[in-house]
């Protein structure tokens, strides 16, 4: 009899440290929501200062290839005349600024910890920075023979996709 009641004990203990356990990892998670939520609307309100465009209203996408990648702004409307001009000369400045390893603007709203950025500035002599329109906005192609600066720009990539949430994704 003493050896069921301690064999009782024991689970009713297990059982509790699985629910004690368990309940953490929710909180954990909600907490980890709730910072990603917050440096969400943080990068938005530091992107107004910097891009031009309206991000309600526009898409930024990260497409990684072998080589380095696709940097995209649409306007989510493509007939909106005014957020594709915004993209355009935004782009076209960025591009420049890139090419001379000026990384300034993600900085301003990323922070200069950002993954990948230190070594694009560094390298960026070693990447090919190309800027074309789109019907709907703009892209930025990234070429490098590199597989360190590769590695920098799909971490930089993925910073930015996480950073800006809704207003970024994958391509």
Do not use: C
């Amino acid at each position: 009899m003493i050896r069921r009641n301690r064999r009782v004990q024991a689970l009713v203990t297990a059982l509790a440290l699985v629910v004690v356990a368990a309940a953490a990892y929710v909180i954990a998670g909600q907490g980890e929501q709730r910072a990603r939520a917050d440096r969400q609307a943080e990068i938005a309100a530091k992107g107004r200062q910097v891009m031009p465009f309206d991000l309600e209203r526009t898409t930024h996408r990260f497409a990684k290839s072998a080589t380095g990648g696709v940097q995209t702004v649409s306007a989510d409307d493509p007939g909106d005349a005014r957020q594709v001009r915004l993209i355009r000369e935004h782009l076209t400045e960025e591009a420049a600024g890139f090419g001379r390893g000026d990384y300034g603007d993600p900085a301003s709203i990323h922070g200069g910890d950002m993954p990948g950025l230190r070594d694009l500035e560094h390298g960026h002599d070693r990447i090919a920075i190309r800027y074309a329109q789109l019907p709907s906005g703009a892209q930025i192609t990234y070429t490098t023979a590199d597989p360190l600066l590769v590695t920098a720009l799909h971490s930089w990539f993925d910073a930015q996709v996480s950073d800006h949430g809704q207003h970024a994704e994958h391509g």
